[in-house]
């Protein structure tokens, strides 16, 4: 560990190797992946804030500037968590950065508050600042909890994102909240929103303000790929419902046809479609998973895949290229 001093913050320094083997899923790093966690003030409550950053070491200037993924962690989680994604980011020599956003969703600065969501735009500068940074290539990603925010972020900065990658998230927080009342993550719900829904106007106005459910016909335009596990809600933590009823307001909001309460429910036993429509059924080789339902909406692209409570770097990574 070492400190450099950037901007007027410190910049502490965690320099780790990592051996890369080839998976098959990326190109192989030319060099040893170095993560370091970055410090940047908030812009919000000027308070230091911080984030894992992953980046080729930029010795002389760059032929041209490279793409950004912003990977955000799962609800529970902060900057400890690791994921197959930043390998693959570092192996196409792109830079990943994985922001904390107030960590763990149980306080209400965190779970998709304004002062999360300045953080993510925050390291966002700090890196752009300090990194040959194709701005016209910032792409975002995360699962569950992250999903979440992905979603939440795709909506409220939808101009940000060339395009953005929710794996199994949680669209309507109060909704949520009913499945997991009295659970672990019920209660770190209303640790975020001051309570349960129900309990005051304020509680509920924080359920509907974190939720990116309000906010989804702003993300209309945003190349959105939404994913959710056939078996997510049966044995995950999500049902898949947050995903599909997030592509239906999209939908809506384009002048769309949603998926129908019929195909929800047929799916959620879970099951197949009864009827599919063209396109609905099939394999794709990135997940490398059967799918039972997909459907688009102008940029928007809805997955149920064979699978539960997870997210795919692979095919992440091809939705990113499927946008360069």
Known sequence: MFYLQASGFVLVILITAFSIGNEGRAEEAPTAMHRERIQFKSSMDDS????????????????????????????SADLTQRNDLEKLVHGKGWIYLFPDFRGANRSPQACGSMLAQQDILDSISWVTEHYQVDTDRIYLTGTSGGGHMTMLMAARHPKLWRAASAWVGISNLAEWHARHRGTKYGKMIEQCCGGAPGCSLEVDAQ????????YAADARDVAIDINAGLKDGHEGSVPISHSINLFNRIAEARGDQPVTEIEISQLSKPGRLESAKAGDEGYDPTFNRKYFLRRHSGKARLTIFNGGHEGIASATIAWFEKHP
């Open 207 to 214: 359920y509907k303000k974190r939720s990116p459910i309000t």
């Open 48 to 75: 230091v804030q911080e984030a894992i950053l992953i980046a080729h070491r930029q010795k002389v200037q760059l032929p041209k500037p490279v793409p950004l993924v912003v990977s955000l962690h799962s609800w």
